[in-house]
């Protein structure tokens, strides 16, 4: 694959049915994560339910593992992650869990081994804050919620 960044990330499935992650695609940024359930799992509407992934995994240092909404499962069953970006940090070792709540009016059922969020790595920046009297002007300033694409 061309310009495509790699790195090898250590998993560990806890349990025997766990699905290991993967991309739909060779382009795919973000890896499936896939439920790993004894029975399925019945989310009633404006209800949030941990879904376990059965798996653990080593992020890298100075990177974060995201997890995102599947666009499949949002848009036909109303379910997304809970807390809209769930982030793994590198020094985590337990199981992948999904908060996944259901924001439609229907109950959604979630089987095992279904796909149920999306699993991006990304590298991060540490800010080292320095607070300080002044900060640099800019032509926006403190121009806020929808002041840029307004002339």
């Known amino acids: 694959m061309e310009n495509i960044?790699?790195?090898?990330?250590s998993i560990k499935k806890l349990k025997k049915d766990a699905v290991i992650p993967s991309y739909g695609t060779p382009y795919a940024a973000g890896a499936d994560l896939y439920a790993c359930l004894e029975e399925p799992v019945t989310i009633k509407?404006?209800?949030?339910?941990?879904?376990?992934?059965?798996?653990s995994m080593a992020?890298?240092?100075?990177?974060?593992?995201?997890i995102y909404a599947r666009s499949g499962l949002a848009s036909k069953k109303g379910l997304a992650p809970a807390n809209k970006v769930g982030v793994i940090d590198s020094d985590y070792r337990g199981e992948i869990l999904v908060a996944l709540h259901n924001h439609s009016t229907k109950e959604a059922v979630v089987e095992g081994g279904e796909r149920v969020a999306q699993l991006v790595i990304t590298p991060y920046i540490k800010a080292l804050f320095?607070?300080?009297?002044?900060?640099?002007?800019?032509?926006?300033?403190?121009?806020?919620?929808?002041?840029?694409?307004?002339?």
């Open 45 to 55: 509407p404006s209800e949030t339910v941990m879904i376990p992934t059965g798996v």
């Open 59 to 66: 992020i890298p240092t100075g990177c974060a593992g995201l």
């Open 130 to 151: 320095n607070e300080t009297d002044e900060l640099d002007e800019t032509d926006r300033g403190s121009n806020g919620f929808g002041s840029t694409g307004t002339k």
């Open 5 to 9: 960044n790699t790195s090898k990330v």
